[in-house]
């Protein structure tokens, strides 16, 4: 089962803790929150049975960047499944619930919210449209603005995992240690 952490942040934790459990996951970011030896530079080049982005659609700053990162993850997630949050705070680009879930339809013939807290959605997704991801992306380049603005550094901080990690580690049945953000 290979395992993607998309948008896994500087340090990317997560993925620290579900390696720990013995499990194959790949983790990716950009921008200035991209670390050589913690992130694979080739990650976008495959594909992964499950893919998840916690807290990445909504550091998104314009329609183009969250059409774009969603591309971005179903070409990741092919025959997979993906799992992805959208909350509340901070949300970079204003768009509500709806606008994500009709941007999410766009480019994935199944999607799920599994949480239905407005506020703060998560979503299960399957059944890429592959062709309208790579369509999309063609000739598609991240401005320095948008990168900028979405490479957040969470602070520092010893706490539960975000939501998506915790869905991700009850579909795997294994449990995760604090985080430190
Ligand atoms: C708020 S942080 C979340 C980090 C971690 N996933 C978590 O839940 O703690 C968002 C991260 O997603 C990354 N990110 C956002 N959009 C991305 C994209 N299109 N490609 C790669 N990384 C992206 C940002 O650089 C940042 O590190």
Not at 10 to 34: I, K, S
Not at 84 to 107: E, H, Q, S
């Amino acid at each position: 089962m290979r395992i993607f952490d998309f948008g896994a942040g500087w340090r990317a934790p997560h993925t620290a803790h579900l390696r720990a459990q013995g499990l194959d996951v790949t983790a990716h970011d950009f921008g200035r929150n991209f670390t050589a030896g913690v992130h694979d530079p080739l990650a976008l080049s495959r594909t992964y049975d499950l893919v998840f982005a916690s807290n990445v659609l909504n550091v998104q700053c314009t329609h183009r960047a969250l059409l774009a990162t969603i591309a971005q993850i179903a070409i990741a997630t092919c025959t997979g499944r993906a799992v992805a949050n959208y909350p509340a705070c901070p949300r970079k680009y204003c768009v509500d619930t709806r606008g994500v879930d009709r941007r999410l339809r766009i480019f994935f013939a199944e999607v799920d919210r599994i949480e239905d807290e407005d506020s703060a959605p998560v979503w299960s997704v399957a059944g890429p449209d592959i062709p309208q991801a790579r369509s999309y992306l063609d000739g598609f380049r991240f401005t320095a603005e948008e990168i900028a603005a979405a490479n957040v550094r969470p602070a520092g901080a010893v706490g539960r995992s975000p939501i998506v990690v915790r869905i991700v580690a009850r579909m795997l049945y294994v449990s995760l240690p604090a985080i430190q953000t």
